[in-house]
């Protein structure tokens, strides 16, 4: 047989070859067919769709018939100092700026231990640890700590059973963070937060200080280093990359988050809650675009500060 007597199979072949050569020798023609459909998704629909909506911030709502004044003006955004909604703004900041150095301060350990010391069915079982929690529904892990931290808790039967109850009481009559129970108060609310968010503030400082040397605190052992000074000088800056990157996860995370505030803690708003009760139950587009606008610019801040201060060089 010839390929005389399959032209269709011969025309086919000539044009895969000619577009292979034309791919082979045009790389950017490549890129573009690869990454044009994915990017036009991104750009059109996620950019687009969140661009469309901050430019509501823009506008303003119209006392007499409460629909959108489709004017320029920066009257919304001057209602983000009024008392309630910096209030608002305040309690989100300081919520996630507590869930994210506590985060740290728990994760960095457990990643230390897992990147330099785990090995075999053990690594496999930190992995397995970690991931766990994030294989289960976000709302039904919200609505069984609810129920942990209930007055009729666990939590509460453990400290009536080992004799912890007075400072289970104390805590509760702490003011402000305070409340009747865990679960109608900020600490039960700052458990949830760091119970939610700890995986990914783990995951990305374990995989940073997987990266650090042993040669060098071998070195800085060598050089007259104690474990204290090799820690301070070696592994924390070199394992500051993670920390950065989960802190970025922790902090926006608890930052925009709205599920647990509105089942867990008291009736006091945040961010997430502002946007939600905005948009939906008041109508106030505007308003809810400027709330939405704080986040990614104090997030933009953040970044970049630790960008100034280096914390992406070793990335």
């Given at each position: 047989?010839?390929?005389?007597?399959?032209?269709?199979?011969a025309m086919s072949a000539r044009v895969s070859t000619r577009t292979s050569d034309l791919l082979y020798h045009h790389r950017w023609l490549l890129a573009i067919l690869l990454l044009?459909?994915?990017?036009?998704?991104?750009?059109?629909?996620?950019?687009?769709?969140?661009?469309?909506?901050?430019?509501?911030?823009?506008?303003?709502?119209?006392?007499?018939?409460?629909?959108?004044?489709?004017?320029?003006?920066?009257?919304?955004?001057?209602?983000?100092?009024?008392?309630?909604?910096?209030?608002?703004?305040?309690?989100?900041?300081?919520?996630?700026?507590?869930?994210?150095?506590?985060?740290?301060?728990?994760?960095?350990?457990?990643?230390?231990?897992?990147?330099?010391?785990?090995?075999?069915?053990?690594?496999?079982?930190?992995?397995?640890?970690v991931m766990m929690p994030l294989w289960s529904s976000y709302l039904v892990k919200i609505y069984a700590w609810k129920l942990i931290l209930a007055k009729e808790g666990i939590l509460?039967?453990?400290?009536?059973?080992?004799?912890?109850?007075?400072?289970?009481?104390?805590?509760?009559?702490?003011?402000?963070?305070?409340?009747?129970?865990?679960?109608?108060?900020?600490?039960?609310?700052?458990?949830?937060?760091?119970?939610?968010?700890?995986?990914?503030?783990?995951?990305?400082?374990?995989?940073?200080?997987?990266?650090?040397?042993?040669?060098?605190?071998?070195?800085?052992?060598?050089?007259?280093?104690?474990?204290?000074?090799?820690?301070?000088?070696?592994?924390?800056?070199?394992?500051?990359?993670?920390?950065?990157?989960?802190?970025?996860?922790?902090?926006?995370?608890?930052?925009?988050?709205?599920?647990i505030p509105q089942i867990i803690g008291t009736s006091r708003y945040f961010i997430g809650q502002a946007v939600y009760a905005q948009q939906g139950t008041a109508g106030n587009i505007?308003?809810?675009?400027?709330?939405?606008?704080?986040?990614?610019?104090?997030?933009?801040?953040?970044?970049?500060?630790?960008?100034?201060?280096?914390?992406?060089?070793?990335?």
């Open positions: 047989m010839t390929a005389a007597a399959f032209p269709e199979h044009g459909p994915p990017l036009l998704w991104i750009g059109v629909v996620y950019v687009g769709s969140l661009l469309a909506f901050l430019l509501n911030s823009f506008y303003g709502l119209d006392e007499f018939s409460g629909l959108i004044d489709y004017r320029f003006t920066l009257s919304t955004f001057a209602q983000l100092f009024q008392r309630a909604n910096f209030d608002i703004i305040a309690r989100s900041v300081l919520m996630a700026t507590a869930v994210t150095l506590a985060s740290a301060v728990i994760a960095f350990p457990v990643a230390y231990y897992a990147a330099r010391y785990a090995r075999g069915k053990w690594k496999a079982f930190f992995y397995l640890a509460t039967w453990l400290a009536e059973t080992t004799g912890l109850a007075w400072l289970l009481n104390a805590l509760l009559a702490l003011p402000v963070i305070g409340g009747p129970s865990l679960s109608i108060s900020y600490i039960g609310m700052f458990l949830v937060f760091v119970y939610v968010w700890l995986p990914y503030m783990i995951l990305p400082t374990q995989a940073a200080l997987e990266r650090v040397p042993s040669s060098l605190v071998e070195a800085s052992a060598d050089l007259g280093a104690n474990p204290a000074q090799a820690f301070r000088t070696i592994i924390l800056p070199l394992a500051l990359p993670g920390l950065i990157a989960g802190s970025i996860f922790t902090f926006s995370l608890t930052l925009g988050d709205y599920i505007p308003l809810a675009a400027a709330f939405t606008v704080v986040p990614i610019v104090i997030m933009g801040i953040y970044l970049w500060t630790a960008k100034r201060m280096g914390a992406f060089d070793a990335l």
